[in-house]
């Protein structure tokens, strides 16, 4: 009853589910038969058409293959099924399902005048037959769905059999079919051809042989368009291949609608992988937070409720050696047509902005907090009326009384004093005009109209913005330094003026001292009356040893070596706040006496005194002072001395009475006391300072021992 048409239908039907093996089954008058059955070369099912029977279609079903998919149809006195044989009924697709049972009905509706592909207009895929008449293709027969991807109609491709294959491109792909199938295979490729009107679309394409027709061959061509999908498919690799050049982590997760947890991952880049390493081995891909939990199971419910999250968080590397400070952005996307919603990540690590953005915040509060002024100024010449003031910190604020607002925007040109040389501006200016380094000393004028100078240095700083950069400019107030060293140069020439010789030296190590100052009339002596002490120990080595005579200056007299008279030398040690000699201060003056020769203290006299003093300074108490101080009046003087309590009168005072050859002082010494001093002869005016001199160094040294 099928005719001919029978093997058709089962290419046709093995190429629907995608097989190589289908068979036809009828059933007449109690007995089922094996019809007609196609299969590959050597399969033994080919070999039983017309001797395989059994008492039903199911029977005989079961003995070709009990897992087969068979589609049943009735016919005029006998029923028939379409089977194909190795293909489980789960594994075709529902579109082709219904296909095959169409062409299961049309089976039996066919009749000898009715050919098996009329019902081909009622499917979505192409159906289309080549014949190749003198080698060339044309086409003998075309549906509905493949004359309109043609952009034609059935009947138009009938009047004109050839007019698809004059593209060449097509030609060549219906030639290649043809000696493909000549080879013995049957193909499916995809392939790009071109309408009758010159669009190009993409078809899956598979191609079966038909029954030669004479010496003419003829091909069963079935084509389903594949354009939408190979666009999808083209846009998936040119986006998947954008995501993997991107840095950030990106990921895509599978979400059970049930349970709403993930199960699977869909899709990540090459940055996430990298990201995730140490988890993979763990199951599902993920990344690990600081404290060990899972990013995903950790935020999913909350992704889910609030659609999309966005903060930084803190993730472990890969190989757990460390944390990323990661800007998370994750988005819960449901999905209407499957069994799973999806939830993205996207993870971008910000720990170098953070760390730039911490840098720079702690140099921007640096500059804030800096005694120096920073400026920032734009590269707009002198010539143009620049450069223009963009930035300046707090400290330039105070030092010249504007506040920022006032400034920014404005020349820099209003800030410099016109009291400077004109030779310094002219630099200024030139520097700033080629942009070149600026170190110079400068009078800035104030918002008060004050004059103040400025050490700075302007660097320009180079950049590709269409300023093409700025000047960035860091300075003091030198004021005080200026006027220090004016007032240090007046107080040079004083100290050079005066007739004193004063001499300032550093302590260098034990009992060495360098000179770091001397005055003209030091230099010019060049003798240094406070080292030769020094290496003589005695009152000196006191004082550089015991900070409590830094309270008063040490003086002493030494006479004048080849030349009549003494000198007088005042000593005042300098400590630091933890009682370090810093310096010693030396003055030296030169006594003489307006008496003539006969008025200078003895040279004798002179030593006997002096040594004194050390005896009195270096004594170990009061009495001993006291002591020490009656040997030298009686000595050197021919005096004495007599002590006795007194009253409240004030301390540490000295009258001295030359003219009733006397002197007293009131002192503290466990007691208030009064010493009363007397000499009989007359003495000369530098030996009545050498005395005043001896009586200071007792009244001294009881002070600093107290």
Same mark, same amino acid.
């Given at each position: 009853?099928?005719?001919?048409?029978?093997?058709?239908?089962?290419?046709?039907?093995?190429?629907?589910?995608?097989?190589?093996?289908?068979?036809?089954?009828?059933?007449?008058?109690? %007995?089922?038969?094996?019809?007609?059955?196609?299969? &590959?070369?050597?399969?033994?099912?080919?070999?039983?058409?017309?001797?395989?029977?059994? &008492?039903? =279609?199911?029977?005989?079903?079961?003995?070709?293959?009990?897992?087969?998919?068979?589609? @049943?149809?009735?016919? +005029?006195?006998?029923?028939?099924?379409?089977?194909?044989?190795?293909?489980?009924?789960?594994?075709?697709?529902?579109?082709?399902?219904?296909?095959?049972?169409?062409?299961?009905?049309?089976?039996?509706?066919?009749?000898?005048?009715?050919?098996?592909?009329?019902?081909?207009?009622?499917?979505?895929?192409?159906? %289309?037959?080549?014949?190749?008449?003198?080698?060339?293709? $044309?086409?003998?027969?075309?549906?509905?769905?493949?004359?309109?991807?043609?952009?034609?109609?059935?009947?138009?491709?009938?009047?004109?059999?050839?007019?698809?294959?004059?593209?060449?491109?097509?030609?060549?792909?219906?030639?290649?079919?043809?000696? %493909?199938?000549?080879?013995?295979?049957? @193909?499916?490729?995809? !392939?790009?051809?071109?309408?009758?009107?010159?669009?190009?679309?993409?078809?899956?394409?598979?191609?079966?042989?038909?029954?030669?027709?004479?010496?003419?061959?003829?091909?069963?061509?079935?084509?389903?368009?594949?354009?939408?999908?190979?666009?999808?498919?083209?846009?998936?690799?040119?986006?998947?291949?954008?995501?993997?050049?991107?840095?950030?982590?990106?990921?895509?997760?599978?979400?059970?609608?049930?349970?709403?947890?993930?199960?699977?991952?869909?899709?990540?880049?090459?940055?996430?992988?990298?990201?995730?390493?140490?988890? $993979?081995?763990?199951?599902?891909?993920?990344?690990? =937070?600081?404290?060990?939990?899972?990013? #995903?199971?950790?935020?999913?419910? $909350?992704?889910?409720?609030?659609?999309?999250?966005?903060?930084?968080?803190?993730?472990?590397?890969?190989?757990?050696?460390?944390?990323?400070?990661?800007?998370?952005?994750?988005?819960?996307?449901?999905?209407?047509?499957?069994?799973?919603?999806?939830?993205?990540?996207?993870?971008?690590?910000?720990?170098?902005?953070?760390?730039?953005?911490?840098?720079?915040?702690?140099?921007?509060?640096?500059?804030?907090?800096?005694?120096?002024?920073?400026?920032?100024?734009?590269?707009?010449?002198?010539?143009?009326?620049?450069?223009?003031?963009?930035?300046?910190?707090?400290?330039?604020?105070?030092?010249?009384?504007?506040?920022?607002?006032?400034?920014?925007?404005?020349?820099?040109?209003?800030?410099?004093?016109?009291?400077?040389?004109?030779?310094?501006?002219?630099?200024?200016?030139?520097?700033?005009?080629?942009?070149?380094?600026?170190?110079?000393? #400068?009078?800035?004028?104030?918002?008060?109209?004050?004059?103040?100078?400025?050490?700075?240095?302007?660097?320009?700083?180079?950049?590709?913005?269409?300023?093409?950069?700025?000047?960035?400019?860091?300075?003091?107030?030198?004021?005080?330094?200026? !006027?220090?060293?004016? !007032?240090?140069?007046?107080?040079?020439?004083?100290?050079?003026?005066?007739?004193?010789?004063?001499?300032?030296?550093? &302590?260098?190590?034990?009992?060495?001292?360098?000179?770091?100052?001397?005055?003209?009339?030091?230099?010019?002596?060049?003798?240094?009356?406070?080292?030769?002490?020094?290496? $003589?120990?005695?009152?000196?080595?006191?004082?550089?040893?015991?900070?409590?005579?830094?309270?008063?200056?040490?003086?002493?007299?030494?006479?004048?070596?080849?030349?009549?008279?003494?000198?007088?030398?005042?000593?005042?040690?300098?400590?630091?706040?933890?009682?370090?000699?810093?310096?010693?201060? %030396?003055?030296?003056?030169?006594?003489?006496?307006?008496?003539? +020769?006969?008025?200078?203290?003895?040279?004798?006299?002179?030593?006997?005194?002096?040594?004194?003093?050390?005896?009195?300074?270096?004594? +170990?108490? @009061?009495?001993?002072? #006291?002591?020490?101080?009656?040997?030298?009046?009686?000595?050197?003087?021919?005096?004495?001395?007599?002590?006795?309590?007194?009253?409240?009168? +004030?301390?540490?005072?000295?009258?001295?009475?030359?003219?009733?050859?006397?002197?007293?002082?009131?002192?503290?010494?466990?007691? &208030?006391?009064?010493?009363?001093?007397?000499?009989?002869?007359?003495?000369?005016?530098?030996?009545?300072?050498?005395?005043?001199?001896?009586?200071?160094?007792?009244?001294?040294?009881?002070?600093?021992?107290?």
């Amino acid at each position: 009853m099928l005719g001919d048409n029978s093997q058709a239908a089962l290419r046709l039907a093995a190429s629907l589910a995608g097989g190589e093996r289908a068979a036809l089954l009828l059933e007449r008058f109690g %007995t089922a038969h094996l019809q007609a059955a196609i299969a &590959p070369e050597g399969d033994p099912i080919g070999d039983l058409v017309g001797t395989l029977d059994a &008492p039903s =279609l199911e029977d005989l079903a079961r003995r070709i293959d009990a897992d087969a998919a068979s589609f @049943p149809f009735a016919m +005029p006195n006998a029923r028939g099924m379409l089977l194909l044989p190795g293909i489980a009924d789960s594994r075709i697709g529902e579109r082709a399902r219904m296909q095959l049972e169409l062409l299961a009905i049309s089976m039996a509706e066919s009749t000898a005048s009715l050919s098996v592909f009329d019902y081909a207009d009622e499917l979505s895929e192409g159906i %289309t037959i080549y014949r190749y008449p003198d080698g060339e293709p $044309e086409i003998e027969y075309i549906n509905r769905s493949a004359a309109s991807r043609i952009r034609a109609t059935p009947a138009e491709v009938v009047l004109d059999p050839k007019g698809l294959f004059r593209d060449e491109n097509n030609r060549m792909v219906a030639l290649d079919l043809l000696a %493909t199938t000549r080879r013995g295979d049957f @193909p499916t490729i995809e !392939q790009r051809v071109r309408a009758l009107d010159g669009s190009a679309y993409w078809v899956h394409l598979r191609a079966l042989p038909l029954a030669s027709n004479g010496d003419t061959q003829r091909l069963l061509v079935i084509t389903s368009d594949i354009t939408g999908l190979r666009t999808s498919t083209e846009r998936e690799s040119i986006l998947a291949s954008c995501i993997d050049a991107e840095t950030d982590a990106i990921a895509v997760y599978h979400i059970e609608k049930r349970s709403m947890k993930a199960s699977s991952l869909a899709y990540c880049n090459q940055a996430f992988c990298a990201l995730a390493e140490a988890a $993979e081995s763990q199951g599902l891909p993920s990344v690990k =937070l600081s404290t060990g939990d899972d990013l #995903l199971a950790q935020n999913l419910a $909350e992704i889910i409720a609030e659609q999309s999250i966005q903060r930084e968080i803190s993730l472990l590397s890969s190989d757990g050696s460390h944390t990323l400070t990661i800007e998370c952005n994750a988005r819960y996307l449901p999905n209407n047509i499957g069994e799973t919603d999806f939830v993205t990540l996207s993870l971008r690590d910000v720990s170098s902005r953070i760390a730039a953005e911490r840098e720079r915040r702690m140099l921007a509060h640096a500059i804030d907090e800096s005694l120096d002024f920073f400026a920032i100024g734009d590269f707009v010449p002198p010539s143009k009326g620049g450069s223009h003031i963009r930035y300046i910190n707090p400290a330039f604020s105070h030092l010249v009384g504007y506040e920022a607002d006032e400034l920014v925007g404005k020349s820099s040109g209003i800030l410099i004093s016109p009291n400077n040389t004109k030779q310094t501006l002219k630099t200024l200016t030139e520097n700033i005009e080629h942009r070149r380094v600026v170190n110079l000393e #400068l009078m800035m004028r104030t918002k008060d109209g004050r004059d103040i100078w400025c050490e700075f240095v302007a660097q320009p700083i180079f950049d590709d913005s269409d300023e093409g950069g700025y000047w960035l400019t860091v300075g003091r107030d030198i004021t005080l330094r200026k !006027q220090s060293m004016s !007032q240090l140069a007046l107080l040079t020439w004083v100290l050079d003026e005066i007739n004193a010789r004063v001499t300032i030296y550093e &302590p260098a190590g034990g009992n060495d001292f360098d000179i770091a100052y001397e005055n003209a009339p030091s230099a010019e002596r060049n003798r240094y009356l406070f080292l030769e002490l020094i290496r $003589e120990g005695g009152i000196v080595g006191k004082l550089v040893n015991d900070r409590k005579f830094a309270a008063s200056p040490l003086r002493t007299m030494v006479a004048n070596d080849g030349a009549s008279g003494a000198i007088d030398i005042e000593i005042r040690a300098l400590f630091d706040g933890v009682g370090r000699l810093t310096a010693v201060i %030396t003055i030296e003056r030169d006594l003489t006496s307006s008496s003539g +020769p006969e008025g200078y203290p003895s040279a004798a006299r002179l030593a006997l005194v002096t040594a004194g003093t050390q005896d009195i300074l270096h004594a +170990p108490s @009061p009495e001993a002072r #006291l002591r020490a101080l009656s040997v030298t009046l009686r000595e050197g003087f021919d005096a004495s001395l007599t002590v006795e309590p007194c009253g409240d009168s +004030p301390y540490d005072r000295l009258r001295f009475d030359p003219k009733h050859h006397r002197a007293t002082m009131s002192y503290f010494a466990d007691a &208030p006391k009064r010493a009363l001093v007397t000499w009989k002869n007359p003495l000369g005016e530098l030996e009545l300072t050498t005395l005043r001199l001896a009586l200071e160094t007792f009244l001294g040294s009881v002070q600093v021992g107290s």
